[in-house]
C-alpha cells in the first residue's frame, strides 16, 4: 500500500514510517508542500491511504482533506489527533486516530474503512445492474 504520513513533528512521523515498514510510505512534514505532492503524484502514482496530523502550523489537517476532495481517487484519510473532542467533529475523514496509538490500532481501522468502502461499492454496482 502507498502512504502519505503528513506530520509536523518529524519524530513522530518517522516512527510512524518505521511502524509501516512493509509499505511504500512518504513522510511530509512541511504542511506548506503537501498539496503540491497530493496533486502531483495523484496524476500519475496515487495514495491509497493518507495519514494526517489535525494540527500543524499553516495547514490543518481538514486542510489537506479539503485539497484531496479535488482528485477522482480519493485516498483513505485518517486524522490523527491528541484531542478527544474531535471524534465528535464532522470531518468528513474516513477516521480519526486519538494518539498515542498502537500499529495494531492503525491496521484495524484501515481493514474496517477497506470494508466499508468495500461494502459501499458492492452496493453501487447492484444498484447500476438493477437500472
Known amino acids: 500500500m502507498k502512504i502519505l ?21 512518504v513522510v511530509a512534514t512541511d504542511p506548506a508542500t503537501v ?13 491509497e491511504l493518507v495519514l494526517c496530523d489535525v494540527r ?4 490543518t489537517g481538514i486542510d489537506v ?14 486524522l490523527m489527533s491528541g484531542d478527544d473532542a474531535l471524534i465528535d467533529t464532522e470531518t468528513g475523514a474516513d477516521a480519526i486516530l486519538l494518539k498515542p496509538f498502537t ?3 492503525f491496521r484495524v481501522v484501515i481493514a474496517r474503512i477497506r470494508e466499508v468502502r468495500a461494502t459501499a461499492r458492492t452496493a453501487r454496482i447492484r444498484c447500476l445492474a438493477a437500472a
Not at 35 to 47: G, K, Q, R
Not at 65 to 78: D, G, K, M, Q, Y
Request: hydrophobic letters at 50%; aromatic letters at 6%; glycine letters at 2%.
Open 65 to 78: 482533506l479539503r485539497a484531496l476532495w479535488r482528485h477522482r481517487e480519493r485516498p483513505i484519510f485518517v
Open 103 to 105: 500499529a495494531n490500532d
Open 5 to 25: 504520513i503528513i506530520d509536523d513533528e518529524a519524530c513522530v512521523a518517522r516512527a510512524l514510517q518505521r511502524a509501516m515498514k512493509e509499505h511504500d510510505v
Open 56 to 59: 500543524m502550523p499553516g495547514m
Open 35 to 47: 498539496s503540491e505532492l497530493v496533486a502531483s503524484v495523484a496524476l500519475t502514482d496515487p495514495f
